[in-house]
């Protein structure tokens, strides 16, 4: 079976620096997406971004990017310019592209992330 | 335009009652997926329903734990004889057509309690 590991528990950044939370995860299949996802207070989770295994090239999505490092089986997320709504748990997921296992997202322990002023 | 739906929203039951817990996914998604949420255990997958296949049920702890999903839509999850280890937040998403690089859209859960 698939791991996610985040071995950060808990990270805090002050408002408009930039902050780089950590996942590795373990596999042998070589077609795969990675995921990050916000729960905020409110429970309700949310993709911030994702990235395609096959593509070399690192997601962004506006002040969200991935550093992925496939050989190391390593997608760090990075917050620039944070804001005080960017304080969350971010879980880092991982799903397989295909096989028995398709349906389902594993995800790490997650990173609780405080923003301050 | 409404979301994931998740009812109810808190439930408190005693050990060794039977609970449901209702999803009501995006109209058109054909994937629905159940998840838990427990301090002790992380974020677990229970079940995935992709449109008319049989439902991908590896993830369901025991066989207290069951799931519908009826018409293509709602889905219930029913626990039966609840423990105290059952105390969570239980999750639903939905998603288009279940592909792999979908967004799954989460609803906010519903938190169980068992006494």
């Known amino acids: 079976a698939q791991t996610v590991t985040q071995s950060q528990p808990e990270m805090s950044v002050q408002e408009a620096e930039t902050v780089t939370l950590s996942c590795t995860y373990d596999?042998?299949?070589?077609?795969?997406?990675l995921f990050w996802y916000k729960q905020p207070p409110s429970r309700q989770m949310i993709l911030v971004i994702r990235q395609e295994a096959y593509k070399q090239q690192n997601a962004t999505e506006n002040r969200f990017s991935v550093n992925f490092q496939k050989a190391a089986k390593s997608f760090s997320l990075k917050i620039s310019d944070s804001q005080l709504g960017d304080a969350a748990m971010y879980f880092c997921a991982y799903r397989s592209a295909r096989g028995s296992t398709l349906g389902r997202l594993y995800f790490g322990r997650g990173t609780q992330l405080t923003v301050w002023p | 335009g409404a979301g994931v739906s998740q009812s109810p929203s808190n439930k408190v039951t005693e050990k060794g009652k039977d609970v449901e817990l209702r999803c009501d996914p995006i109209?058109?998604?054909?994937?629905l997926y159940w998840y838990r949420q427990s301090l002790g255990q992380g974020l677990e997958f229970l079940i995935y329903?992709?449109?008319?296949?049989?439902?991908?049920k590896s993830g369901l702890p025991s066989d207290r734990f069951s799931a519908e999903r009826t018409g293509g839509s709602v889905s219930t999850l029913t626990i039966q004889r609840t423990q105290q280890e059952d105390s969570a937040v239980y999750l639903c998403?939905?998603?288009?057509?279940?592909?792999?690089?979908?967004?799954?859209?989460f609803g906010p859960g519903t938190r169980l309690l068992v006494l």
């Open positions: 329903f992709q449109g008319n296949s049989a439902p991908d």
């Open positions: 109209s058109g998604h054909t994937a």
């Open positions: 998403a939905s998603s288009n057509s279940g592909g792999a690089w979908e967004t799954q859209y």
């Open positions: 596999t042998s299949e070589s077609d795969y997406y």
